[in-house]
């Protein structure tokens, strides 16, 4: 079956990085997109962005463009979330989760199926 | 804040029928991007629910049902269950193919 594994809780300070990994298995890697949701604590779904699995093709949320960086890994099915400069307010649950890749499927959109089970990042001095 | 309109509660006695609309514009369901939704218990990440406006995934009960009519979308669930206690997000994408999401509704089994 299709699975994303996250990687662990992470506390940064203000000002540094941070980098989220999403491995993916039982599906052909290049054959679909990783989108990337975040959500402050008590807060509703914020999307992040999302990733091409095929030629590396990105699309980021506005708010987010300057600071946030998708990238994966094809040999290991691996997708990665780096956030940068981080600020109190990052802190969040970051999910990842298999989507179509709209560089070809781009007419109606798609939806995001399965996800991870969440990687929670707080940001404290 | 969330780019899609949603009531954020709504609450039903176990049996009855409820629904939750999701309002968009010209620039992301108005432009002809389906609308799908997801029901997240607290703890856990988002599930499918209902996708291309109006499928369920294997596993979801027939009571979930979704709709979508111009710049809006609704999910209905009809026989409603204590088990249905939970969060409600719609989700679509604008036509710079960024995602959406709506604000949430929490639906609250009396």
């Known amino acids: 079956q299709v699975q994303l594994v996250q990687s662990g809780a992470e506390v940064k300070k203000p000002g540094t990085s941070v980098k989220v990994s999403c491995k993916t298995s039982?599906?052909?890697?290049?054959?679909?997109?990783i989108s990337w949701v975040r959500q402050a604590p008590g807060q509703g779904l914020e999307w992040v962005g999302w990733?091409?699995?095929?030629?590396?093709?990105?699309k980021y949320a506005e708010n987010l463009r300057d600071r946030v960086t998708l990238t994966v890994d094809t040999p290991t099915s691996t997708a990665f979330m780096e956030l940068r400069s981080l600020r109190s307010d990052d802190s969040a649950v970051y999910f990842c989760?298999?989507?179509?890749?709209?560089?070809?499927?781009?007419?109606?959109?798609?939806?995001?199926?399965?996800w991870g089970q969440g990687t929670l990042v707080i940001v404290s001095s | 804040q969330a780019v899609l309109t949603q009531p954020p509660s709504v609450s039903g006695a176990p049996g009855q029928r409820v629904t939750i609309s999701c309002a968009g514009n010209?620039?992301?369901?108005?432009?002809?991007?389906?609308v799908h939704w997801y029901q997240q218990l607290p703890g856990t990440a988002p599930k499918l629910l209902i996708y291309?406006?109006?499928s369920r995934p294997s596993g979801v009960p027939g009571r979930f049902s979704g709709s979508k009519s111009g710049t809006s979308a609704s999910l209905a669930i009809t026989g409603l269950q204590a088990e249905d206690e939970a969060d409600y997000y719609c989700?679509?994408?604008?036509?710079?193919?960024?995602?959406?999401f709506g604000s949430g509704t929490k639906v609250t089994v009396l």
């Open positions: 039982g599906y052909t890697f290049r054959s679909f997109a």
């Open positions: 990733i091409s699995g095929e030629n590396g093709n990105t």
């Open positions: 291309d406006n109006i």
């Open positions: 010209s620039s992301n369901i108005g432009a002809g991007f389906d």
């Open positions: 989760s298999r989507i179509e890749d709209l560089t070809y499927h781009y007419a109606s959109g798609t939806w995001f199926d399965p």
């Open positions: 989700q679509s994408f604008d036509t710079s193919l960024r995602g959406v």
